[in-house]
Nanobody, 121 residues
């Protein structure tokens, strides 16, 4: 069974920083893109940042210059460094990965359980 487990969420004051981690485990043959999404109360889930296996990145306009996504392919882990946090960054943050399990014929899109990030003003 494949799992994505997030950690690093919490409560922080505006202007502060947090670092999220997401580790993939299980019988994983390969992971292509990994990313972070977030969902605030009453809003739809939105893309925050995504990174390819080769290290190419893409960010939502609202977080450019403040958030940095990175990954360690050997550890099957993706990170999100969040600086200069704003109250509007408050949301549940979800990890996402396109991965292939051993003996499977296709890639699947896997989600983590989510981690709460709360930014106080």
């Amino acid at each position: 069974q494949v799992q994505l487990v997030e950690s690093g969420g919490g409560l922080v004051q505006a202007g502060g920083s947090l670092r999220l981690s997401c580790a993939a485990s299980g019988s994983i043959f390969n992971i292509n893109a990994m990313g972070w999404y977030r969902q605030a109360p009453g809003k739809e889930r939105e893309l925050v940042a995504v990174i390819t296996k080769g290290g190419n990145t893409n960010y939502a306009e609202s977080v450019k210059g403040r958030f940095t996504i990175s990954r360690d392919n050997a550890k099957k882990t993706v990170y999100l460094q969040m600086n200069s946090l704003k109250p509007e960054d408050t949301a549940v943050y979800y990890c996402n990965a396109d991965l292939k399990i051993y003996l499977a014929s296709a890639y699947v899109n896997q989600w983590g359980q989510g981690t709460q990030v709360t930014v106080s003003s």
